[in-house]
T-cell receptor, first 111, second 116 residues
Framework: DAKTTQPTSMDCAEGRAANLPCNHS???????VYWYRQIHSQGPQYIIH???NNETNEMASLIITEDRKSSTLILPHATLRDTAVYYC????????????FGTGTRLTIIP | GAVVSQHPSWVICKSGTSVKIECRSL??????MFWYRQFPKQSLMLMAT?????????EQGVEKDKFLINHASLTLSTLTVTSAHPEDSSFYIC????????????FGSGTRLTVV
């Protein structure tokens, strides 16, 4: 699976949009971009995934650059409950291969 | 949506004893389950991959005789930490993916193991 690079930490004011970047310059054509988050002392929670088109669901939006070498997760109106570690992972869509976690971005929402 | 139940959520045991952690997929059949370990302020580290009805595949550096994994059915996998020692104290998390889970992997809520 392709490696990803994320900033170690970020702060965001409550109510503002949180934009979390991820670089995956070695991504292959059949690899998707997945985002998970882990709130303290809980298991990771799936947020969103995409291949090359921008995606949106009830939790977030995912913007993938045209060359697919980077992406941004957007939490449109951050709340205190969004404070967590966010992981960007790239891997193929099908199959039961392992999901490898990097160090992620620790996002802190400031009141 | 897909739900994975992990039990217990926390456990304290004496050094030298064994501890079993259960991971159940509640509303789907999980052909493959994964076990992770997470130390404080670190990322999740994959320990092993288990497929129903076959032996688990362990990551390099993980002792298979110490961390016994059983995946006897499509909805249940267990991790047994044998002869636990204080250095085994950690947060253990399971994950599962089923036949038709298109959105990704579902994680359990984790088990906090403290060995005293």
């Amino acid at each position: 699976d392709a490696k990803t690079t994320q900033p170690t930490s970020m702060d965001c004011a409550e109510g503002r949009a949180a934009n979390l970047p991820c670089n995956h310059s070695t991504i292959s054509g059949n690899e998707y971009v997945y985002w998970y988050r882990q709130i303290h002392s809980q298991g990771p929670q799936y947020i969103i995934h995409g291949l090359k088109n921008n995606e949106t669901n009830e939790m977030a939006s995912l913007i993938i650059t045209e060359d697919r070498k980077s992406s941004t997760l957007i939490l449109p109106h951050a709340t205190l409950r969004d404070t967590a570690v966010y992981y960007c992972i790239v891997r193929v869509y099908f199959g039961n291969e392992k999901l490898t976690f990097g160090t992620g971005t620790r996002l802190t929402i400031i009141p | 949506g897909a739900v994975v139940s992990q039990h217990p959520s926390w456990v304290i045991c004496k050094s030298g004893t064994s501890v079993k952690i259960e991971c159940r997929s509640l509303d789907f059949q999980a052909t493959t389950m994964f076990w992770y370990r997470q130390f404080p302020k670190q990322s999740l580290m994959l320990m092993a991959t288990s497929n129903e009805g076959s032996k688990a595949t362990y990551e390099q550096g993980v002792e298979k005789d110490k961390f016994l994994i059983n995946h006897a059915s499509l909805t249940l996998s267990t991790l047994t930490v044998t002869s636990a020692h204080p250095e085994d104290s950690s947060f253990y998390i399971c994950s599962a993916r089923g036949f038709e889970q298109g959105q990704g992997y579902t994680f359990g809520s984790g088990t906090r193991l403290t060995v005293v």
